[in-house]
T-cell receptor, first 115, second 108 residues
Framework: GAVVSQHPSRVICKSGTSVKIECRSLDFQATTMFWYRQFPKQSLMLMAT?????????EQGVEKDKFLINHASLTLSTLTVTSAHPEDSSFYIC???????????FGQGTRLTVV | GQNIDQPTEMTATEGAIVQINCTYQTSGFNGLFWYQQHAGEAPTFLSYNVLDGLEEKGRFSSFLSRSKGYSYLLLKELQMKDSASYLCAAGGYQKVTFGTGTKLQVIP
């Protein structure tokens, strides 16, 4: 199946700094990428959808100035958490959208801890 | 809007059969997914139902009724390693919405 590679897998940063998370599609082209956030013992919550060549679509309640999404090419989408705070500590994960007969392929996820 | 409901927790015995139900009301529905997720890890794909009916894949089977907005995941011959969260998700290319997940605990 298709592979989505997400980096870093874990990151610890100081409050007020920015963190960039990358998702690469390794053997296919992804014009769209979903970005999710998952707090402990909760499910995946869709934050935004990145689109190659156009602006990302954010879900209601997600601050687009804080969570910067860039879909630079057909194989790379990035999420930057700007001015991170402890409440941003979470598990962030990307996925390529499903096709007519295929599932959504997930990256490995990034555990962000803001101290 | 998007609304997906599934039980929060379930407990079952090793070797037994367990059924995890999911009801959904979503716009832009194309199919129903089931994923398994162990704590701290990315979800792994189990099944994808587009048409009504039962699809069997080894110890795991998934059922869909589009008219009723209902699905279930059936796990047979439970093993201890099946202890995990099971996520029901509905949608398609435009959007995939996840339920809150069912935490399954398999006991000896």
């Amino acid at each position: 199946g298709a592979v989505v590679s997400q980096h870093p897998s874990r990151v610890i940063c100081k409050s007020g700094t920015s963190v960039k998370i990358e998702c690469r599609s390794l053997d296919f082209q992804a014009t769209t990428m979903f970005w999710y956030r998952q707090f402990p013992k909760q499910s995946l919550m869709l934050m935004a959808t990145s689109n190659e060549g156009s602006k990302a679509t954010y879900e209601q309640g997600v601050e687009k100035d804080k969570f910067l999404i860039n879909h630079a090419s057909l194989t790379l989408s990035t999420l930057t958490v700007t001015s991170a705070h402890p409440e941003d500590s979470s598990f962030y994960i990307c996925s390529a959208p499903p096709g007519p007969d295929t599932e959504a392929f997930f990256g490995q996820g990034t555990r962000l801890t803001v101290v | 809007g998007q609304n997906i409901d599934q039980p929060t927790e379930m407990t079952a015995t090793e070797g037994a059969i367990v059924q995890i139900n999911c009801t959904y009301q979503t716009s832009g529905f194309n199919g129903l997914f089931w994923y398994q997720q162990h704590a701290g890890e990315a979800p792994t794909f189990l099944s994808y139902n587009v048409l009504d009916g039962l699809e069997e894949k080894g110890r795991f089977s998934s059922f869909l009724s589009r008219s009723k907005g209902y699905s279930y995941l059936l796990l047979k011959e439970l093993q201890m390693k099946d202890s995990a969260s099971y996520l029901c998700a509905a949608g398609g290319y435009q959007k995939v919405t996840f339920g809150t997940g069912t935490k399954l605990q398999v006991i000896p």
